[in-house]
């Protein structure tokens, strides 16, 4: 039998290599969520959704490229086909969302990774930006099989090339902004239960239920509460400030009109206030 306080080498080997620190760690975690996005490394069973949800989108993109090259005509620019998705991209998010951070609270493996060199904040960038990259690819690849299709069909050279880059570029930083509020809103809600069912409703239930709220003060008989009812629905909000930028009407018609302005700073405070509850909240778990 053993002595009381003496410690056995039983054969483990030391690890003698380099130690990268927490940019590797964040690194990790990034590619890590971003495979588990579309379920990379995972059962056949967790790959169905987002593939679905994608192959119908790039089948869009295709219809639309097709119907271009065909006509002639725009039937849906970069920025309305990124409106017209919206409600796609919303049930992505409630399924990848959870996946990405419920499933961390329900192993309960928050303990092990603040036990290494990764700050709060690292943990959150990581998902954040895994989250953000994931809905984006979403929009932006089939953006860019309406822009193969737009460019390289019309007939117009190089100049009609250049123009149809300054156009998908627009496209792909309103996709960005897509992107980066529904991973802080996605992000916020599920980080708060370790179920991913309760998770996942919660996430539908805040971009789902605001919208009645949008249209309810769209039907007042005054054009302030018409103007700003968009503010009321996260989706509403990111299609005024598009129209706001573009200057021209969303697939989402919200009609911001004068009040552009409103609608970037309250996106810009949206997104802010995400992210530093998010940060807030993993700050909590690591000091425990």
């Not at 690890?15 to 495979?35: C, D, K, N, T, W």
């Not at 490394?41 to 967790?46: D, E, K, L, M, P």
């Not at 400030?241 to 700073?265: C, H, K, Q, T």
Request: with cysteine; charged share 10%.
């Amino acid at each position: 039998m053993s002595e009381p306080g003496v410690i056995h080498d039983i054969g483990y080997q030391r690890y003698s290599g380099p130690r990268q620190g927490r940019a590797a760690i964040q690194r990790a975690l990034f590619v890590h969520g971003l495979r588990a996005a579309f379920g990379f490394g995972r059962s056949a069973r967790a790959k169905v959704f987002p593939w679905l949800v994608a192959g119908i989108m790039l089948l869009v993109a295709v219809i639309v490229a097709a119907a271009r090259s065909i006509t002639g005509e725009v039937f849906l620019t970069y920025l309305q086909y990124a409106d017209q998705m919206s409600l796609l991209i919303i049930f992505f998010a409630a399924i990848v969302a959870p996946q990405l951070v419920s499933r961390d609270l329900r192993a309960g493996v928050l303990a092990l990774y603040f036990s290494r060199p990764l700050r709060a904040a690292d943990y959150v960038v990581a998902k954040v930006a895994a989250m953000t990259a994931a809905v984006w690819l979403l929009l932006g690849v089939p953006q860019f099989v309406m822009f193969l299709g737009a460019a390289f069909t019309s007939g117009t050279g190089v100049g009609g090339v250049f123009r149809e880059v300054g156009d998908l570029l627009p496209g792909w930083a309103y996709s960005l902004l897509w992107a980066v509020t529904f991973a802080g809103i996605s992000l916020l809600i599920a980080s708060l239960t370790g179920k991913q069912a309760f998770a996942a409703a919660g996430i539908v239930a805040v971009f789902i239920a605001t919208v009645p709220v949008v249209g309810v003060l769209a039907s007042l008989p005054s054009t302030t509460a018409n103007g700003l009812s968009g503010l009321a629905s996260p989706t509403f909000l990111i299609g005024g400030v598009g129209e706001w930028i573009a200057g021209s009407e969303s697939a989402l018609d919200v009609g911001v009109g004068r009040f552009g302005p409103i609608y970037g700073i309250e996106a810009a405070c949206l997104i802010a206030a995400c992210l530093l509850l998010l940060l807030a909240r993993y700050r909590k778990e690591a000091a425990l």
